[in-house]
């Protein structure tokens, strides 16, 4: 019996996921009262004649915030990931031309800078760049770093490049679509056998148990201070459970091996690959415990990749539909990896949760199958649209949401 979860559909218009109250974090959602910096009055993004959607404009007016850069930066995990990796390609990097895509505060161009880059090309959006200029001015790069204001898709860069560098990684690693930009810059702008870092992405998945959330955010209204508000509990799990939820969880939570979801070699991947991305899964609960939901979670690799399709190797040998299983030899280096799993080191990506409206109590070795379909909302192509299709028990279900 097909028993439909409620379906949600994003309001239209809605500007932003979730995400970008949470994950970086004291950004406001453009209709709940947003801080305005007084740059934000003058946003011009170069567009060359391109008329921004709202929800870009949006989009690149949060960027201008310094909240959003200091969240990002203050994350060690993150930041580190990227020194690291530039440090580590240094030989590569040095007295060649980069192209940092959406530099922000132009951390990572001066990173590249520092590791002996002849040129950085670091091309902001956002009015953060204005900013930006002055950072490059006072440590003295103006020579080697180049900020240009403007979109990706329109600036004028004037030469071909030797590495492309991006943080473009949302929520669920796929939301806010910065991928697409990457790709464009990557095709105009990249030599042959040119360096893009991060070389790779994957993004995972897994059945998750948390009856701790579960209690604090509706079971407590079943009685509270003595009276029965046992009424407000269908209210409580739609306003919880409507949408993912950014939040941390540890290995304990998750009740099977994760599989991949989508594993993307960022030489090759192109932007119709990323509109719509459909895996089938099976876990098998390895202990008894209830099901809330599934969780997502996602790495990148800073590795020198050939531009063919991935070839299945190391932990990507798993082909869409197949488990990443306790016997998994992870061959890649830990040093190039920025992991976001529950059993990594926290980021402030946390991990995405999608929570049913009604646990589902699994026995042990229980099979939970189904697909997973990813795919860019056609009202605001930054939100990620998620439809599950499960079956578990005898029973199947469906939850819509987005992200
Ligand atoms: C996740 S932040 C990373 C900022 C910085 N690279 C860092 O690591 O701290 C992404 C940045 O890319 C910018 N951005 C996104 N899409 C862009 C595009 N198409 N062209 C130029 N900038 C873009 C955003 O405005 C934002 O500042």
């Known amino acids: 019996m097909q028993q439909p979860e409620k379906q949600i559909n994003a309001p239209a218009g809605m500007p932003l996921p979730e995400r970008r109250r949470r994950r970086r974090?004291?950004?406001?959602?453009?209709?709940?009262?947003?801080?305005?910096?007084?740059?934000?009055?003058?946003?011009?993004?170069?567009?060359?004649?391109?008329?921004?959607?709202?929800?870009?404009?949006?989009?690149?007016?949060?960027?201008?915030?310094?909240?959003?850069?200091?969240?990002?930066?203050?994350?060690?995990?993150?930041?580190?990931?990227?020194?690291?990796?530039i440090m580590r390609h240094k030989d590569f990097i040095?007295?060649?031309?980069?192209?940092?895509?959406?530099?922000?505060?132009?951390?990572?161009?001066?990173?590249?800078?520092q590791a002996g880059a002849r040129r950085v090309y670091a091309v902001e959006a956002s009015n953060i760049a204005l900013?930006?200029?002055?950072?490059?001015?006072?440590?003295?790069?103006?020579?080697?770093?180049?900020?240009?204001?403007g979109r990706v898709e329109d600036v004028e860069i004037g030469e071909k490049v030797d590495v492309i560098i991006s943080e473009w990684m949302g929520y669920m690693?796929?939301?806010?679509?910065?991928?697409?930009?990457?790709?464009?810059?990557?095709?105009?702008?990249?030599k042959p056998g040119g360096l893009v870092l991060p070389s790779k992405a994957t993004l995972y998945m897994a059945p998750f148990t948390h009856a701790k959330r579960y209690r604090e955010s509706i079971d407590f209204w079943r009685s509270v201070y003595g009276i029965n508000m046992s009424a407000m509990v269908p209210l409580a799990k739609q306003c919880?459970?409507?949408?993912?939820?950014?939040?941390?969880?540890?290995?304990?939570?998750?009740?099977?091996?994760?599989?991949?979801?989508?594993?993307?070699?960022?030489?090759?991947?192109?932007?119709?690959?990323?509109?719509?991305?459909?895996?089938?899964f099976k876990f098998n609960s390895l202990v008894k415990a209830p099901l809330h939901g599934f969780a997502f979670w996602f790495d990148v690799e800073f590795t020198r990749l050939s531009p063919e399709p991935i070839s299945f190797q190391l932990s990507?040998?798993?082909?869409?539909?197949?488990?990443?299983?306790?016997?998994?030899?992870?061959?890649?280096?830990?040093?190039?990896?920025?992991?976001?799993?529950?059993?990594?080191?926290?980021?402030?990506?946390?991990?995405?949760?999608?929570?049913?409206?009604?646990p589902i109590e699994l026995e042990q070795d229980q099979l939970i199958e189904g697909k997973v379909t990813l795919s860019q909302?056609?009202?605001?192509?930054?939100?990620?649209?998620?439809?599950?299709?499960?079956?578990?028990?005898g029973q199947s279900y469906v939850k819509v949401s987005v992200m």
């Open 377 to 393: 909302s056609q009202e605001n192509h930054r939100n990620l649209n998620i439809e599950l299709v499960y079956a578990t028990g």
């Open 25 to 85: 974090s004291s950004g406001i959602c453009a209709t709940s009262g947003v801080r305005v910096q007084p740059q934000e009055e003058q946003q011009q993004v170069a567009t060359r004649g391109t008329v921004l959607t709202d929800s870009d404009q949006f989009y690149f007016n949060w960027y201008a915030h310094i909240d959003v850069h200091e969240e990002m930066i203050k994350d060690r995990v993150r930041t580190d990931a990227y020194k690291n990796a």
């Open 94 to 113: 040095r007295d060649k031309v980069v192209l940092d895509v959406g530099c922000g505060t132009g951390i990572l161009a001066i990173f590249c800078a």
């Open 240 to 280: 919880a459970f409507v949408g993912p939820s950014v939040e941390t969880i540890t290995s304990e939570n998750v009740l099977a091996w994760p599989q991949v979801v989508k594993c993307v070699n960022c030489s090759s991947v192109t932007i119709p690959e990323l509109e719509s991305i459909t895996t089938r």
């Open 131 to 149: 900013q930006t200029i002055r950072v490059v001015e006072a440590n003295n790069l103006l020579n080697i770093i180049t900020v240009l204001h």
């Open 173 to 190: 690693l796929l939301c806010e679509s910065m991928l697409g930009s990457v790709i464009t810059a990557r095709d105009r702008w990249l």
């Open 316 to 358: 990507t040998s798993l082909v869409d539909d197949h488990p990443v299983g306790s016997q998994r030899q992870d061959l890649r280096d830990p040093t190039l990896l920025l992991s976001t799993a529950p059993e990594a080191l926290p980021t402030h990506w946390q991990q995405t949760l999608i929570y049913f409206y009604e």
